[in-house]
């Protein structure tokens, strides 16, 4: 009787290995998007900085930091919740409501801001020439469609699709550097045309973004979605308002002590570094839902999360930062023409403050992905004065210079307070009976649609 044979085909791969895999080409996808995100924003700065001199660029900077804080009201209420709550539902027929009534929520939030700013911009025209009048004007047409596009980006990686976010940024980026050129062909030199495209650009890729997704935004629904968010998204709002609000607006009583143009110099150094926005901003985005599907971990993988981030990231940030500070005079005034003056001044403490972020970014993820944003918001109201402080009396007393440096100094002081909060969370998990409403960690790492809960403060079920 013969016997048959054994069999030599390969080992199948395991299940972590294949999860491994499709997660390692998700985070290749996300740091693309990043990557592409943080090199438009570099070629925007400098194409308007070469166009409207350091005024022009001053004004153009004053409107890109309104837009920040709209985008950290959005994220608050729409993006945040996306990741931390719903990042589980993608791939199930209840995701379309909720992509559509998320994107009602940030439509209205960017009508909204952009009537306030129609009123700002307005009142900036009657007292004074600087540009910032017809800026933020041209900020408040375009602002539903910068906010709404940048919710879409947040729905792709809440979905762990990264791809379609980087495809939707591709569109954009192409839009408004095209733009851009023919102004800068056509001898633009006030800030407000850019502003125009630049937004204009991003309503464009806001509407395709809506294809990709599949869904319209749903403004009927849209406020009933917020409130149900409310036990989340309340503190984060506050959370986002106090840091954007200190962060930004002391960046703006900076060029109120000095002067507009040290606004843009902080613009055009910040600009330079954000190629570190790439890894801190892919990040973010692609372990924060990773993350909050595993529910409880205990200490010592949190920590290990924690640490190692903190570690990569703050050890790129700091070879990016020793070669930015090398650059030849010669190469800034090519970027910034002269505005690299000012730039080149307070590089080296925006630097350290970029180190310093770095290594707090990974106790964040971990303190973010478990939904304590009671806790959170805690570590904000610490930051918030710090911040202020430090720019502020920075300014007052060495001018912007001083003002970098003194951002960076605050920025260092919160490193050890978020790992302390991560300790809390952890003790606090492991002495809390288990939550049979609490998601397990799924078998897959790479499948979502396996989890049926998510969890909200306290470790609730969402």
Do not use: K
Request: charge should be neutral; charged fraction near 10%.
């Amino acid at each position: 009787m013969s016997t048959a044979p054994t069999s030599t085909a390969p080992p199948r791969p395991s299940r972590w290995r294949s999860a491994a895999g499709r997660f390692g080409g998700r985070a290749g996808l996300g740091l693309a998007d990043q990557a592409l995100s943080a090199l438009t924003n570099v070629a925007l700065s400098v194409l308007v900085a070469n166009a409207v001199g350091a005024s022009g660029f001053g004004a153009f900077a004053v409107a890109f930091l309104l837009f920040g804080v709209a985008l950290s009201v959005e994220r608050s209420v729409v993006g945040q919740p996306l990741s931390i709550r719903f990042a589980v539902q993608a791939g199930t027929p209840a995701w379309r409501g909720t992509a559509g009534s998320a994107m009602g929520v940030a439509l209205g939030l960017g009508l909204v801001s952009g009537a306030l700013l129609l009123v700002a911009g307005l009142m900036a025209l009657g007292v004074s020439d600087s540009g910032v009048g017809p800026a933020l004007v041209a900020l408040a047409v375009v602002l539903p469609g910068l906010v709404v596009q940048d919710a879409c980006r947040m729905a792709f990686f809440a979905q762990s699709r990264p791809g379609l976010a980087l495809a939707n940024d591709g569109a954009w980026a192409v839009l408004q550097l095209g733009g851009m050129a023919l102004l800068v062909g056509a001898g633009t030199s006030s800030a407000w045309p850019f502003v125009l495209v630049w937004g204009g650009a991003a309503t464009a890729a806001a509407a395709w973004g809506f294809v990709q997704l599949g869904v319209l935004p749903h403004l009927r629904s849209a406020w009933g979605w917020a409130r149900d968010q409310r036990d989340l998204t309340g503190y984060l709002l506050l959370e986002n308002l106090v840091g954007s609000g200190a962060s930004q607006g002391s960046i703006l009583a900076v060029g109120a002590i000095g002067s507009v143009a040290d606004v843009g110099s902080l613009r055009a150094a910040q600009t330079l570094l954000g190629p570190l926005g790439i890894v801190a901003g892919a990040t973010m985005s692609l372990l924060l839902p990773e993350v909050s599907r595993r529910g409880r971990l205990a200490l010592r993988p949190r920590l290990a999360i924690a640490g190692g981030v903190s570690a990569a990231v703050a050890l790129v940030s700091a070879v990016y930062s020793a070669v930015l500070l090398v650059l030849p005079d010669e190469v800034g005034r090519a970027l910034f023409d002269d505005t690299w003056d000012g730039a080149a001044a307070v590089l080296l403490p925006l630097c350290a403050f970029s180190v310093a972020s770095a290594a707090a970014l990974g106790p964040a993820v971990v303190v973010y992905a478990s939904g304590q944003a009671r806790r959170t918001l805690g570590l904000h109201l610490v930051e918030a004065p710090l911040l202020v402080a430090g720019l502020v009396g920075g300014a007052a007393l060495a001018g912007v210079r001083g003002a970098a440096w003194g951002m960076a100094a605050a920025t260092a002081v919160m490193v050890p307070l978020w790992y302390s909060q991560l300790l809390a969370i952890a003790r606090a998990d492991a002495a809390a009976p288990d939550d049979p409403a609490a998601p397990a960690a799924p078998a897959d790492p790479g499948d979502g649609a396996a989890v049926t809960g998510a969890r909200g403060p306290g470790g609730v079920s969402a």
